[in-house]
Nanobody
Framework: QVQLLESGGGLVQAGGSLRLSCAAS????????MGWFRQVPGKEREFIAS????????YYADSVKGRFTISRDNAKNTVFLQIDTLKPEDTAVYYC????????????????WGQGTQVTVSS
């Protein structure tokens, strides 16, 4: 079992930056992967980015390339999502996700979810 705890959300002005963190605890695998999603009310949860724990290879949704950066600190079992040049349309609940086995590329099914952190961007 893996537990995920997000932090770093909040209210920020458009044009600003934010870094979200997701601390993983419990059993993690070197072949596993971590990802970030976001969701606004009335819409499906949207994939943003993913990263393999061991290799650090990343994968991004086409819609966010250029402003979002995913990274990890293996020693701290933590994955980050850096969001630059924030826009009001980035307002959403951001979720951390984990997979026991992930080879990279399209994410597929999530094994574990965090509770989410709210990001609100004011214009």
């Amino acid at each position: 079992q893996v537990q995920l705890l997000e932090s770093g959300g909040g209210l920020v002005q458009a044009g600003g930056s934010l870094r979200l963190s997701c601390a993983a605890s419990g059993r993690t695998f070197s072949s596993s992967g971590m990802g970030w999603f976001r969701q606004v009310p009335g819409k499906e949860r949207e994939f943003i980015a993913s990263i393999r724990w061991r290799s650090g290879i990343t994968y991004y949704a086409d819609s966010v390339k250029g402003r979002f950066t995913i990274s990890r600190d293996n020693a701290k079992n933590t994955v980050f999502l850096q969001i630059d040049t924030l826009k009001p349309e980035d307002t959403a609940v951001y979720y951390c996700a984990a997979k026991n086995y992930y080879v990279g590329g399209p994410w597929g099914i999530t094994d574990y979810w965090g509770q989410g952190t709210q990001v609100t961007v004011s214009s």
